[in-house]
């Protein structure tokens, strides 16, 4: 009977009590080796085996220091790289995210066996040879802002991370680190940010590296199933075959893939001197608008081909300041060009209008380039100075989305004296050309 003021009930001293009490045994749970370790001087304990830090606030990287230690070698290190969910480890629990740092299984039972295999005499294309095994591993649901409320200095995501990566070094017990990122950066796959990081820990040279028995492992393939193909474009990038986790582990056959998006298709040689310019002046005075995707290369494109004839850009993002501007240009008796998306119909009638009062023709200039390249060109635009003179950032998916959903191809019946069609192609120097060529989403 429940209530503050109850009566404990008592045992009847002739009513034996059924069943009798039994003894409990209590278990410490101190271990003789944590005694030991708290006796031991400072100066005799081990260093820790697995340490962690944080690199320009994106990078989280883990290093587990086995007793098995690297054995030195004359020959040039290889590298054994692999991601970690769906490739080394999956949910327990079934899920597609763990739900917390125990929440983790082996891929495939094959998976530990194989992975201490290489760091002792691993073989790898009838080779017999060791590897240095690491972890190159997106994770951008990690959180490295401080949990203040629990006054803890690590999120509740990088403590079940550290978790679940810790106990996978541990069952292990190999020299393994693993580089997580967690931000969209340089970082983060295919980008090489990870793999630059891992080079300078281990004091590797990339020239000193023998990337061609070397292998980066993951299932990020772009395969019909796969959510994309970031672990093969970074293979790609960091110059290293490429194995699916059921190539590797379970000596599958290689899997069709879908058509990928291929940056290289787009380094043409430049254009030679009597190739005419893609685009001309018609009129002493007119009104020129784009029509692309962000990322297209409209910007790009002004400044190579207009800007020298003298057309002014507007492109401010409310649509009634940038028609204000462009009416104040030609009614100074200057051209100019709307440097803008201008994806739908209805946003191009409203230069079609200003054009009109204007009494001057308006021509359309479409950029072609495919969802899969202004995505491209976003992120090496965001992530490369050099390659960024307007010193864009990094826009969001749903700019791309938008334009998408909105996007109607433009046509002669809007009103346009002519439409220039414009199919990208990269631009720059050699230097510049390395960088656009790699992969980047």
């Not at 190999?174 to 969209?184: G, K, M, Q």
Request: proline share 7%; charged share 25%.
């Amino acid at each position: 009977m429940a209530g503050g003021g109850g009566v404990k009930r008592t045992a009847s001293p002739t009513r034996a009590i059924s069943p009798p009490p039994l003894k409990r045994k209590v278990e410490s749970t101190i271990t003789k080796k944590a005694v030991s370790s708290f006796f031991t001087p400072a100066s005799q304990k081990k260093p820790e085996q697995i340490t962690w830090r944080i690199v320009n606030n994106s990078a989280v990287i883990g290093k587990y220091t086995s007793e098995l230690g690297h054995k030195n070698s004359t020959e040039k290190p290889r590298i054994a790289a692999f991601d970690l969910d769906s490739t080394l480890v999956s949910t327990a629990s079934g899920n597609t995210f763990p739900r917390n740092g125990s929440d983790w299984k082996w891929w495939h039972d094959t998976v530990p066996g194989k992975l201490k295999e290489l760091n002792d005499n691993g073989i790898l294309n009838s080779l017999l040879c060791r590897y240095y095994v690491v972890v190159v591993t997106n994770q951008k649901k990690i959180s490295l802002k401080k949990d203040l409320k629990k006054g803890q200095s690590d999120s509740k995501s990088l403590v079940n991370f550290k978790e679940r990566a810790s106990a996978v070094m541990k069952q292990l017990d190999i020299p393994l680190s693993v580089y997580a990122a967690t931000e969209d950066d340089e970082y983060r796959k295919p980008r090489t940010g990870l793999w630059k990081e891992m080079l300078d820990d281990y004091d590797f040279d990339v020239s000193g590296v023998n990337l061609a028995e070397s292998v980066f492992v993951g299932d990020a393939a772009g395969r019909p199933n796969d959510h994309s193909m970031v672990d093969r474009g970074f293979a790609l990038n960091v110059k290293v075959p490429f194995k699916t986790p059921e190539e590797f582990f379970l000596n599958a056959d290689p899997e069709p893939l879908v058509e990928p998006f291929d940056p290289t298709k787009y380094l043409q040689a430049e254009p030679t001197d009597d190739v005419a310019p893609p685009f001309s002046r018609q009129s002493p005075l007119e009104l020129v608008i784009f029509c692309g995707s962000p990322g297209a290369g409209k910007s790009s494109f002004y400044w190579e081909y207009l800007e020298p004839l003298k057309y002014e850009r507007v492109n401010q993002d409310l649509l009634k300041t940038c028609i204000k501007v462009a009416k104040e240009h030609l009614a100074a008796g200057r051209s100019v060009v709307v440097d803008n998306t201008n994806a739908d119909p209805e946003t191009r009638s409203h230069w079609v209008e200003v054009a009109k009062e204007f009494n001057v023709p308006i021509r359309c200039v479409y950029f072609t380039a495919s969802p899969a390249l202004c995505r491209h060109n976003n992120a090496v635009r965001a992530a490369n100075q050099t390659l960024n003179p307007e010193s864009r950032t990094l826009l969001p998916g749903i700019a791309f989305g938008d334009f998408l959903r909105r996007f109607k191809e433009p046509s002669m019946e809007e009103g346009f004296q002519d439409i220039i069609r414009v199919e990208f192609r990269f631009r720059g120097d050699e230097s510049a050309k390395r960088l656009w060529g790699q992969y980047w989403v």
